[in-house]
């Protein structure tokens, strides 16, 4: 029975994809729910996976080519049996896992193979369905480097051509034989970069600063961070009070929150916190949902959920879509300071920095403190200077006096 193979419905705020990988061909034998296709969009890589067992007959939609929302990009014929792979060593062992002509890799293992020209059929998957993991590939490199050859020599397999990405083309830079590599741009990357170029040609951006005492939060974190984890099995970070900081300040300063569309002013009612998360596609911002009903607890465990997904390219595109404030957080790569650019439509983006210790002067003497920059970027059309400087005050006061987050001062 034929199947027509259809892109995934696309939401408003993604008008089309790209083809990334196929990871079946046609004729090839598909197991039901087996990855088959990756889709690149603008915010994330959609894996649609067989519908049934069967072949894949015909693929409509080649590689870098554009698809839309539920267009036909193949035929499946379900029940169909597809090419048979050839008979087994006898030499090898039932229970070691075997390269794979058509060994499934997961996101980090084909950034990992085609960095370091490993070809899927040279590595023997461990996971599940013989999938390709990361540790495969990292061990498989360490193998063939300790050896000087590859590590599985014992089971020589004859290349094939990758067809998961084209490998970076070296082209000589000039006459002396330099080299470059040129690589095309990825569909999230080049959205990102038109994103960022918008809010800087679109907004009268303007970015303030203030300066935070990490100690009381640092104090609260050292004698509660046990229990808390063994109570709510997540660990107790600086984020979380980030977040229910900017939220209570966005109470007192709805612009701050708010977006313009056109010629209007949107005032959300509200607090759905987009929080930047960098994975090796690129800057995400999942979105933290009705954040003002969260507990710390809640925040820390979503966003470590959220970290885990970006990593493997798991985020679904209803985490990302939305979001009336974003916090970002450079300080994790050592950042002592910086302007976050806008996250249109938003207004307002606030950016946290590295702790680090200064001499600060305390009631008259000089104190050793753990300080950190904030930095508040907003859109000046909307958001008056006063109404920003307000706003980073008061997430500098709940910050240095968290108790005030509890007691809603």
């Known amino acids: 029975m034929a199947i027509e193979i259809k892109a995934p419905t696309f939401p408003e705020s993604v008008a089309e994809g790209n083809i990334a990988t196929w990871h079946k061909q046609p004729g090839e034998a598909v197991s039901r729910d087996e990855l088959i296709v990756d889709i690149e969009t603008d915010k994330v890589v959609l894996e649609v996976a067989a519908p049934a067992d069967g072949v894949i007959s015909e693929v409509l939609k080649s590689e870098g080519d554009v698809v839309l929302s539920n267009e036909v990009i193949a035929v499946f014929e379900a029940g169909a049996t597809g090419a048979t792979t050839s008979e087994p060593s006898t030499e090898a062992t039932e229970d070691a896992p075997q390269p794979s002509e058509n060994a499934v890799a997961s996101p980090a293992a084909r950034k990992l193979m085609e960095e370091n020209a490993v070809q899927s059929n040279q590595i023997a998957g461990t996971g599940k369905n013989g999938l390709i993991t990361k540790e495969d590939v990292v061990n498989f490199i360490k193998q063939s480097d300790l050896s000087g050859s590859s590590a599985v020599a014992q089971t020589p397999v004859a290349p094939?051509?990758?067809?998961?990405?084209?490998?970076?083309?070296?082209?000589?830079?000039?006459?002396e034989g330099r080299l470059e590599k040129r690589v095309p741009m990825t569909r999230l990357r080049a959205s990102i970069a038109k994103r960022l170029l918008d809010a800087q040609h679109n907004a009268a951006m303007l970015t303030t600063f203030n300066e935070v005492n990490m100690q009381p939060i640092m104090d609260l974190r050292t004698k509660y961070k046990d229990q808390f984890e063994k109570t709510h099995e997540t660990k107790l970070g600086f984020m979380s009070f980030f977040v229910k900081a900017a939220v209570e300040s966005l109470k007192k300063f709805p612009e701050v929150n708010a977006s313009i569309d056109g010629n209007d002013i949107v005032y959300h009612g509200y607090y759905d916190v987009g929080v930047a998360v960098s994975s090796d596609r690129g800057l995400v911002v999942p979105v933290l949902r009705d954040a003002d009903g969260m507990t710390l607890a809640d925040v820390e465990s979503t966003i470590k959920g959220y970290g885990s997904k970006a990593k493997e390219g798991k985020l679904a595109l209803e985490e990302m879509i939305g979001g009336t404030f974003t916090i970002t957080n450079?300080?994790?790569?050592?950042?002592?300071?910086?302007?976050?650019?806008?996250?249109?439509?938003?207004?307002?983006?606030?950016?946290?920095?590295?702790?680090?210790?200064?001499?600060?002067?305390?009631?008259?003497?000089?104190?050793?403190?753990?300080?950190?920059?904030?930095?508040?970027?907003?859109?000046?059309?909307?958001?008056?200077?006063?109404?920003?400087?307000?706003?980073?005050?008061?997430?500098?006061?709940?910050?240095?006096?968290?108790?005030?987050?509890?007691?809603?001062?």
């Open 160 to 175: 094939t051509p990758v067809v998961e990405a084209p490998a970076p083309v070296l082209v000589p830079m000039n006459q």
């Open 330 to 409: 450079g300080g994790v790569f050592g950042s002592l300071m910086s302007t976050p650019i806008l996250n249109p439509p938003q207004t307002a983006i606030l950016g946290m920095h590295k702790i680090q210790e200064r001499p600060m002067a305390v009631d008259g003497e000089v104190v050793i403190q753990p300080m950190m920059y904030l930095a508040l970027s907003y859109d000046h059309r909307l958001i008056d200077g006063k109404e920003a400087v307000q706003f980073l005050v008061s997430v500098k006061e709940l910050l240095e006096e968290p108790a005030k987050i509890l007691l809603n001062l």
